[in-house]
């Protein structure tokens, strides 16, 4: 059950039997049908109660359904001032944004209250951001030093095996450490599962299949199909903040910047394609990106390298 896993009490400030219930209906309703993550439902979790409260106080009182559907523009633009007030950056105030408009819409879809208002808040604008994937040679030192901070050979190979995976077949973090043992390639390509519970396969490079068997032949928890492919040293599912630390202390040792992260292994992988001749909607296929626009990112990338490189080359641009 959903309340097994999330807290989604709600306490007298935050909405009464009416709204607390359409609230849960509502994360149920992601976690099902829409078969959103954990971190997505902790997301908008988190951002919808903390919408609920500010209106408890706004008004005066918890709020019924009613009250939801009488709320006005300015009402919507006090929340969004009140985060912005509180220090929340643009981006964070575009998701919840993102996230109360979702709940809305779910009480409209079922009939349970209806407000157009929300519909008409602009959403604050955010700085355009591209991703900043590693060089090459930086990918390739990552992914081969994965396993030199490690004292026990099997969490060594490990961790190659997950940064092999991340940048050889550009998955999510996520996506990787969802896997089950049953879940490991054996031929030239996999099945993954990705946001919206929307499968792709995505070809495996004989060097992703012999670290990830490399890992298997010697982890002390292998042997359960049904079990986690990538396990902590306690044997649970290996969690994300255990890669994004380990990446943190290659970052010192191979010098490299902030942005060495996880999910900048997947940047690394759609640019390095891309810059190679890749097709661009054979990369959306690959990252599983609903959008083409989304891909299109990486082509700002690649314009810019190619914009730096002419002015380093070209005699007018020293």
């Not at 109360?100 to 407000?115: C, E």
């Not at 030192?141 to 997950?162: C, F, H, T």
């Not at 649970?236 to 994004?244: E, F, K, M, Q």
Request: aromatic share 6%.
């Amino acid at each position: 059950m959903l309340e097994d896993r999330f807290d989604i009490s709600l306490d007298p400030t935050a909405g009464e039997g009416d709204v607390a219930d359409c609230f849960r209906g509502f994360l149920e309703w992601l976690r099902v049908e829409r078969r959103y993550s954990d971190l997505t439902l902790e997301a908008y979790q988190a951002d919808v109660s903390r919408f609920l409260h500010f209106i408890s106080e706004h008004l005066g009182g918890p709020p019924r359904l009613t009250d939801l559907e009488e709320l006005r523009l300015m009402d919507f633009r006090a929340w969004l001032s009140s985060l912005a007030t509180d220090g929340i950056s643009a981006t964070s105030r575009a998701r919840k944004l993102s996230a109360v408009r979702g709940f809305f819409r779910y009480l409209a879809k079922k009939g349970l209250a209806k407000n157009d208002h929300i519909t008409l808040v602009r959403s604050p604008k955010t700085p355009h951001a591209i991703p900043k994937p590693l060089s090459v040679p930086d990918a390739e030192n990552l992914v081969e030093a994965a396993g030199e901070m490690e004292d026990e050979p099997w969490v060594a190979k490990r961790n190659i095996a997950i940064l092999t995976l991340l940048y050889g077949c550009g998955l999510r973090i996520g996506e990787a450490l969802g896997l089950d043992e049953r879940d490991a390639p054996t031929g030239d390509s996999m099945r993954i599962t990705g946001k919206g519970g929307k499968d792709r396969f995505v070809p495996v490079l004989p060097v992703v299949r012999d670290a990830l068997e490399d890992y298997l032949r010697i982890s002390p928890f292998a042997g359960d199909p049904d079990g986690p492919l990538f396990r902590g040293k306690r044997g649970r599912r290996l969690r994300r903040d255990a890669v994004s630390k380990a990446i943190q202390s290659l970052r010192g040792v191979l010098g490299l910047p902030d942005t060495a992260t996880p999910h900048a292994l997947r940047h690394s992988f759609a640019t390095h394609l891309l810059a190679a001749g890749g097709d661009l909607r054979a990369i959306q296929e690959l990252l599983g990106h609903a959008s083409l626009s989304t891909t299109q990112r990486y082509t700002e990338v690649d314009t810019a390298k190619l914009l730096s490189e002419y002015a380093k080359a070209h005699p007018r641009g020293r």
